[in-house]
Nanobody
Framework: QVQLVESGGGLVQPGGSLRLSCAGS????????MNWYRQAPGKERELVAH????????HYPDSMKGRFTISRDNAKNTLYLQMNSLKPEDTAVYYC?????????WGQGTQVTVSS
């Protein structure tokens, strides 16, 4: 059974940091490109970060560049998102996504709340 389980979310003050993890099971994560998305209340889901299957290539929307870092440990079947300098507008549910031709898997999400 394919599963993606996010962890590491929580409440953090503006300017703080969090590290999200996404543990995959039931499939080989190294065969998939991986993404982090987020969805804030009343807004559409948006891409936060992308990483190639080997980890050699990453992509971030301009609003995340310099603050967020995506990484992966294929040996541990785990994806990470390091988030620094967090802002209130980063508050959302964060989802990890594994994708290749013919397959598209999503986790259940982890809540990140940035507030003083």
């Amino acid at each position: 059974q394919v599963q993606l389980v996010e962890s590491g979310g929580g409440l953090v003050q503006p300017g703080g940091s969090l590290r999200l993890s996404c543990a995959g099971s039931g499939f080989t994560l190294s065969s998939y490109v991986m993404n982090w998305y987020r969805q804030a209340p009343g807004k559409e889901r948006e891409l936060v970060a992308h990483i190639s299957d080997t980890g050699d290539s990453t992509h971030y929307p301009d609003s995340m560049k310099g603050r967020f870092t995506i990484s992966r440990d294929n040996a541990k079947n785990t994806l990470y998102l390091q988030m620094n300098s967090l802002k209130p507008e980063d508050t959302a549910v964060y989802y990890c996504n594994a994708r290749k031709i013919g397959a598209d898997y999503w986790g259940q999400g982890t809540q990140v709340t940035v507030s003083s």
